[in-house]
């Protein structure tokens, strides 16, 4: 059994087993036994809401006892708690399994978090370095270019009336 702290320092029990797996895909239309097949492990990790709803009912019996609803358990989980409680679920939903399937998810999982760990490192060093605004500058610049252009295109004098308007003499 994995465990997780929420923003109100009341600690959560994920537990994954038959009943509720079967509480998960009957709450929420959700497989979680198709991790691989349907990307949960992705999908998990990047959508919090889908997260949230998914540990609220993974830990429902608890919220019951402690008079906890989804509401108020989906406003007590923000921050570092999504990434404690994520990595809680998964390696959770990993031990569910037989050792050979759960090896795989294992690999899988530890594969996710370095390659989320690479890109939010690529992101700060291309944050903290000028390629970014060097990149915003030459966008603004041609923005600019393409407006002056369309501007430079229309005449601010107004165009003869037709003669179907003027008056005959």
Known sequence: MKQFTDNQKRVWD????VNV???IR???DLDLTRVVEDE?????SNDPILL????Y???R??????IVSDEDFGGSIGGDVIEEATIALLEELCDFFPKLRRRTLRKILAKV??????AGTRAGTILDSDKLDRMMARQLDEAEADLDRELAGTSSTTAPESSASTPAP
Do not use: M, S
């Open 57 to 59: 009912v993974v830990c």
């Open 21 to 23: 797996l079967k509480r």
């Open 26 to 28: 009957d709450v929420l």
């Open 52 to 55: 949230v709803d998914t540990l």
């Open 61 to 66: 019996t608890q919220a019951d006892k402690c």
């Open 14 to 17: 994920v537990t994954i087993n």
């Open 40 to 44: 949960l492990i992705a999908r998990l």
């Open 113 to 118: 978090r370095t390659l989320a760990d690479q």
